[in-house]
């Protein structure tokens, strides 16, 4: 059975409760005791929803998806390194926050809920508007007013309501909270659905693999949702008796917005812009936990400056690759460490998002 379970109190709660914070304003991760087991997946099904089993979305009928199937995992030498890419930028929206927004849509579906409310940076955004479209369901999508366009347009075309906020991240963060208090907050970071879409990013790495994982995980952390995903497959891989260690968690943060590593190293950070604008979160409301998932891992936080996102975004295009500057964060770090044994890097975003960005790049 799977249970909605605040962080911070401890209550639990129904999993089909149409709810997306505990009545202390906590906010809700999903423990359950099923025991993860391939032996069931669904054979017919070559995709991100061939895992609805250990999904806590019960009816078929409630599926939100554009056929979603696995995403290439390729073998490339970047920066001297033997490394495989995980190309989830090729998703329909073009960012793997559509693992997340496939399961979550397909709940808010499943428990009859006609409006939502989200907000983000551009990603999240566009991911959210674009399969509330596809299931009928009005969006409101909050984005701070300095994002790049080709994020805006994709929310505008899939008929959200987009709400422009002056200020920083922090000013949407608090307009938002204000509209949630009457529509439900389909949010990528309070709602624990969401990461039971990104945690298959694990699942179809441990398929692609013949059955094992790699010794390295290199992934750009922002607001957490893919390594608290990864976090959690990790763990029902190991209760499935699949593996019996986690691998590396290489945390990718940019030099100009590195909460990670204050919270973790005391190191101070002096924020400012930053060329990977999808992970500049000052305050991610699961910080605390991330940090946690990173001590109970072995995992370890890193930051790279523009210069080396700039460096890296050029490098990886030159092999093919058109991917936003976040993305180029996670290749930036390859460069920065000494990895041993296998490795996957995570490649979030399409580079058709950041076109008048990569295109002032080149011609600096």
Not at 87 to 96: N, T, V
Not at 107 to 134: F, H, L, Q, R
């Amino acid at each position: 059975m799977y249970r909605l379970k605040c962080y911070s109190c401890g209550k639990e709660y129904d999993i089909n409760e149409p709810l997306w914070k505990c009545e202390c304003g906590g906010f809700f991760n999903i423990v359950s005791d099923i025991t993860l087991d391939f032996n069931a997946l669904d054979k017919n099904v070559f995709g991100l929803w061939r895992y609805q089993r250990f999904i806590p979305v019960f009816s078929r009928e409630s599926i939100v998806s554009f056929g979603e199937c696995f995403t290439p995992l390729v073998k490339e030498a970047i920066w001297g390194k033997d490394v495989f890419l995980k190309l989830d930028y090729l998703f329909p929206s073009g960012s793997y926050k559509d693992r997340g927004s496939t399961v979550l849509i397909s709940k808010v579906k499943e428990c009859g809920i006609d409006k939502i409310v989200e907000d983000s940076s551009g990603n999240a955004g566009a991911s959210v508007a674009m399969y509330a479209a596809k299931a009928k369901i009005e969006a409101d999508i909050y984005i701070p007013a300095s994002p790049s366009k080709g994020k805006l347009v994709q929310v505008r075309a899939f008929g959200a309501n987009l709400r422009l906020i002056d200020g920083d991240r922090q000013k949407t963060s608090e307009a938002i909270l204000h509209a949630a208090e009457s529509t439900y907050y389909a949010s990528h970071v309070y709602n624990p659905f969401f990461f039971e879409g990104t945690k298959t990013f694990i699942f179809e790495i441990f398929e692609q693999l013949e059955n094992n994982l790699p010794d390295n995980i290199i992934i750009p952390v922002g607001n957490g949702t893919l390594l608290i995903g990864t976090y959690i497959a990790c763990k029902q891989l190991m209760g499935g008796g699949y593996i019996d260690k986690f691998p590396r968690f290489i945390c990718v943060q940019s030099e100009n917005c590195a909460p990670l590593t204050e919270l973790l190293y005391n190191e101070r950070t002096t924020y400012s812009d930053t060329l990977a604008e999808g992970i500049a979160i000052k305050n991610p409301l699961r910080l605390n936990q991330m940090g946690e998932i990173i001590k109970e891992t072995g995992g370890e936080v890193i930051t790279v400056s523009d210069q080396e996102i700039r460096d890296s975004l050029i490098e990886i295009m030159k092999l093919g690759y058109y991917i936003e500057p976040t993305s180029a964060a996670a290749i930036a770090a390859i460069n920065k460490i000494e990895l041993t044994g296998s490795t996957v890097v995570e490649l979030t975003g399409s580079g058709l998002k950041a076109n008048e960005k990569i295109f002032h790049l080149l011609h600096d």
